[in-house]
Structure formats: C-alpha cells, structure tokens
C-alpha cells in the first residue's frame, strides 16, 4: 500500500505506578511499540494475557495515558489530548470491547443503544429510526431489533449491535478488543466474516486485539506479536503463519487447536510462568521460556526490528531434543 497510514503508533510506553510512598516505582505494561495501519488494512495484536494489548488499544483510542511516545491518527497527534479534544476523533475512530452483552447498557434498547453516538456527537438532520434500521441491516439484523434489550439477545447478536454502534458514524478506524470473545465457534465465523465484509465495503481500517490465532488468520493483513508489553515480531500474517521466526510465535501458533491429530506431536510448550513485569529478565526477555535460548540470550537485549531475537528460527525450525514436547 501506497497510502498514509490512518494511524502511526511511534515507540509508545504505558507505565503503572507500584508500592507505597517510600518503594514508589513503576512498571511498564507497554514498553516501547511501534506500528503503522493504512486505510482498509486490518492489523492485529495478538499474546497472552497480559501481554498489553488492551492496555495498548486503550492508549490510541486515549482511555489510558501513555508514559512516552507518540500516537498519530489521520495526520495529527492525538496522545496528551483531553476528553473534550478526543470527541471529535472518536467520530473516526471506535472502539469495540470485549463483553459483548456486557458493554451494552441493559436500560436502553437497541435503537437507542446504535444511535447514541448521534445523540453524543450531534444528530441534525437525522431520522433515529430509519438510522437504527440502516444499521441493523448493515450488521445482519431486522428492524425490529431496535426495540429488544440487551439481555434479549445472544452473544452473537450482542455482538453485532456492537459492531453497528461502532460503524454508526462512518468511523476510519475500528478497534476491537476480542471481537469474538464467549462466542460458539460458528458464531466466530459469521462474525469475521462480518467485520470482513464491512471493511471492503465501508473502507474501514481495523486494530483487532486477540489470543485467537485463528481470528487472526481469517482477517487480518498483519500480526504483531506481544510478550511483556513488547513487540517480538511483525510482519504479514500469511507469512508468520507459513514460517514464524520468533520461537514465542512458533510456540503460540503450535498451540494453535488443528483438526489433525499428527500436528499435536509438533506442539512447543513452554513453561506456564509467564515472567513478572515487576522484574523483567535480563537479555532477551523470553530466554527463561525459551527452547532455542543461548548464553548471549541472557545478557544482551536482541536487535530492535520485525523479529526481536539473536537467532531467529530458519523454517520447519525443532526445539532442540532436550527441550522439546515429548
């Protein structure tokens, strides 16, 4: 793609302040990202949990204050910017969460629900009701949806009056936060496939936030990998999948469910403590869970760029036979 990016996120930390007024410190939950996302591409973050990718989502939508850094979106730079300076970007940009019922009020139907964004960011000229039935037939729904509640509804339903209130103000940017979260698996599907068939339409870039890697095959364009709030690789999504170069990203995709029962004999596991963000390990941050780890992995930070490692994996790369799953 040719374009300027929609959005351009530039070496951005969020810190936490920690302990009492003597040990006062801070930890970094995100520490030091960058990323760019072009009009109509989806660009997905994926990691365990608390990895910092909602803390990430948070800081560019302006939820969370950033420690360092600059977020750019549409040309200007939004970090820093008070709640009333953020309402008209947040006319460009929306922000889906990850309850789908849950982030629906249970006091308002579901025509008052979609429309409110007209209500918040003005609604002149505008008919609400044939603007909430625009909407539910955007999203796969009839009209007399708008008169439910949200505890009438299923999760997949949810979620798409979601998605609906996110479009309602012809948004450049969608970010959502496990968009398929507490949903059946056929669900997951109808639902990407939805959000898929409203970015060609409606030209829309998007930021998916997920630990479901599947998710992230079937839409998006690239994937960056977190682990303790930091990029280990980036790059194309169809080609991390084909050969991941970081082993945390061969380790993920490995775990990654397969209908073919000979694939579970080339899982890598590692082990289930995930490192305190209180006390970082030196080097390479990954080299106490790491299969392939070497002695310089210990004490030397790995090369900045799309792959944060020493050794990055060739394809078809095993852990080595004292490491490896049995």
Not at 229 to 245: Q, S
Not at 292 to 310: E, I, N, R, Y
Request: hydrophobic share 40%; with cysteine; charged share 20%.
């Amino acid at each position: 793609m040719n374009t300027a990016p929609i959005l351009s996120v530039n070496d951005v930390q969020v810190s936490f302040p920690v302990g009492g007024l003597a040990t006062r410190s801070a930890i970094l939950g995100v520490a030091g990202v960058s990323f760019d996302v072009r009009p109509g591409e989806t660009f997905a973050l994926v990691g365990e949990s608390g990895s910092g990718k909602t803390t990430l989502a948070r800081a560019i939508n302006g939820l969370q204050e950033i420690s360092n850094g600059e977020i750019v979106f549409d040309g200007s730079r939004i970090d820093g910017l008070g709640k009333g300076q953020m309402k008209p970007i947040r006319k460009r940009m929306s922000m889906m969460f990850q309850d789908p019922v849950g982030s629906l009020s249970p006091r308002m139907t579901v025509g008052d629900l979609i429309t409110e964004p007209y209500r918040i960011h003005g609604a002149e000229g505008r008919n609400l009701t044939d603007e909430a039935a625009r909407l539910l037939s955007l999203v796969g729904l009839t009209a007399d949806f708008a008169s439910r509640y949200p505890h009438q509804l299923s999760g997949g339903q949810a979620r798409r009056v979601g998605v609906a209130r996110a479009i309602a103000l012809d948004p450049a940017l969608i970010i959502a936060d496990e968009p398929t979260a507490g949903l059946d698996v056929s669900v997951q599907g109808e639902v990407l496939n939805l959000l898929n068939e409203l970015r060609e339409r409606l030209g829309l870039a998007m930021v998916i936030i997920t630990h479901n890697l599947h998710v992230v095959h079937h839409v998006a364009d690239r994937t960056a990998v977190m682990y303790l709030g930091r990029f280990v690789e980036v790059g194309e999504t169809e080609a991390m999948f084909a050969a991941p170069r970081h082993p945390y990203t061969a380790a993920l995709l490995s775990a990654n469910p397969e209908p073919d029962p000979d694939k579970a004999h080339d899982r890598i596991t590692l082990p289930a403590e995930v490192p305190s963000l209180l006390s970082r390990p030196s080097g390479c941050e990954f080299h106490t869970r790491c299969p392939w780890a070497q002695p310089l992995c210990a004490q030397t930070p790995p090369p900045s760029g799309d792959v944060a490692c020493h050794f990055p994996l060739v394809p078809g790369a095993k852990p080595p036979v004292s490491k490896a799953t049995a």
